[in-house]
């Protein structure tokens, strides 16, 4: 089981042409696995990140405080590779 006080892991991914996809999951395994699968369906020169996030308890509206990029990966010609 996973508290929201231990925090998350938000992972985005996008290209040039304005198209992407994120997700929010409580492990960075697999944060990084659906951020490597969201770069392979995208154009070359995608690039992508994971970060570690926390809930604003605070807010008015469900949101996230966002801390420290773990991962950065950049898509090349036919693979995703690490920066």
Known sequence: MHFDTEGFYSWTASDDDGRGSCGITGELERASVR?????????????????????????????????????????????????
């Open 35 to 83: 951020l490597r699968q969201a770069l392979e369906s995208l154009a070359p020169g995608a690039t992508g990140a994971v970060q570690f996030v926390r809930l604003d308890r605070y807010a008015s509206d469900p949101s996230y405080i966002y801390g420290v990029t773990l991962l950065r990966l950049h898509r090349e010609k036919a693979i995703a590779a690490a920066e």
